[in-house]
């Protein structure tokens, strides 16, 4: 095959059939009340709307109507189901992210498995490795269908501590020399200054995770004796690459040019706090300042985007938070976002009396579309190239 120009030139991205438009979709899981007897939140029958139950009031004034609604009992393997399809959306080409919202000490690092290690058990895994577990897979299979074709993984393990990003995978770097860069050519959020890390291997994978997650901020509150005090962000970059064999000095030289990128962000959100009842004072009472108010941001987000003014002047205040700007792609960009609700059901009431939009959010996140691309890029060489046969 010849060419006679080098250059990258990135085309106009086109949707996939049926995938051009999507909602971002809400799914709510009950953790298991420490009293039964207390539970304030009743699924209504086997549909996906949950009733809270507040004594000396109109039951059906307190109604929530989600995508998905994940019973106490349910299994990790059946939430990772409900998200599978953001992961092969990824490898595809499409921008995804999964994130966990919910109070404190409602369990969202336990389902996204943010803490992994060696010790946890298959049934016990959480969405940040059953994903990595499972693009690995997709990755293998692709790799066989066509072997002129090559992908690279790259991690990055950010969390935002009061508002400061930090990098869990070289936490003796200065988060002044860390940046969220928005290119206005591009129109994608990158981090500048954190260690981005290329794996070969599921093990590799979960490796960094763990490592990354030894790092992260936890601190005792009067409703968590290890609670998150940052919101985790854990980005997997990956680039299809094509293999060419140049036939020009030194011959046989393999060259392999980008032909497709996507990235996928896994959020573990910061826990909700209510001061009077986490009996935070000192630093932690700083802590929850710095949490709700990036929180509070990302509802002032989502409420606008989520508005009928869908005007392109329209303005949406990503910058309040360092959390909104490192998600602007994934709330108002092109990315597949799908956001777990974490709730602990005898408490409902008190995380809807804090975030009064908490529950309500579904509502907005209804009318958030977004439109999803496959990024893809065409090469054209100075050199000849020959394409192995």
């Not at 690995?136 to 072997?147: A, D, E, V």
């Not at 002129?148 to 009061?162: K, M």
């Not at 200065?174 to 981005?196: A, L, Q, Y």
Request: charged share 25%; glycine share 6%; hydrophobic share 35%.
């Amino acid at each position: 095959m010849l060419a006679n120009e080098e250059q990258m030139v990135e085309q106009q991205p086109t949707p996939l059939a049926s995938e051009a438009t999507v909602q971002v979709r809400v799914a709510l899981r009950i953790r298991p009340a420490p009293n039964p007897a207390r539970i304030a939140l009743v699924r209504r029958s086997d549909s996906p709307q949950v009733t809270l139950t507040i004594p000396h009031a109109d039951p059906s004034k307190k109604t929530f109507t989600f995508d998905t609604v994940f019973d106490p009992d349910e299994s990790q393997e059946a939430v990772f189901q409900d998200v599978y399809h953001v992961v092969e959306g990824f490898v595809q080409g499409f921008n995804g992210t999964i994130l966990a919202y919910g109070q404190t000490s409602s369990g969202k690092t336990y389902t996204m498995g943010t803490g992994h290690t060696q010790q946890v058990s298959e049934n016990e895994k959480g969405v940040i490795p059953r994903a990595l577990e499972h693009m690995f897979y997709l990755i293998q299979q692709k790799r066989t269908q066509n072997s002129q074709v090559d992908y690279v993984l790259r991690i990055s393990f950010v969390e935002i501590y009061q508002e400061q990003v930090r990098d869990l995978l070289n936490p003796s770097a200065d988060p002044k020399d860390i940046s969220i860069f928005r290119s206005t050519k591009t129109g994608t959020t990158t981090i500048t200054g954190v260690n981005t890390v290329v794996i070969n291997t599921v093990d590799d994978a979960l490796a960094l995770l763990e490592r990354g997650a030894l790092e992260r901020t936890t601190g005792v509150t009067g409703m968590n004796e290890s609670s998150s005090r940052s919101h985790a962000v854990f980005e997997v970059m990956l680039e299809e690459q094509l293999k060419m064999i140049s036939s020009e000095e030194p011959r046989g030289q393999e060259v392999h040019h980008l032909l497709r990128y996507s990235k996928l962000h896994l959020v573990d959100l910061a826990g909700s706090e209510r001061l009077k009842r986490t009996k935070a004072s000192g630093i932690r009472f700083k802590e929850s300042v710095k949490i709700n108010s990036g929180l509070l941001a990302l509802g002032n987000v989502i409420s606008i985007l989520g508005s009928d003014n869908n005007t392109e002047d329209r303005y949406v205040p990503y910058r309040e938070s360092k959390l909104t700007r490192l998600l602007q792609d994934s709330l108002g960009g092109n990315s597949r976002v799908r956001i777990s609700v974490k709730v602990l059901g005898r408490r409902l009431m008190v995380w809807i009396e804090v975030n009064n939009k908490a529950v309500d959010y579904h509502d907005c996140l209804c009318q958030v579309w977004s439109m999803v691309l496959v990024s893809s890029f065409h090469w054209i060489s100075y050199r000849r190239v020959l394409l192995p046969t």
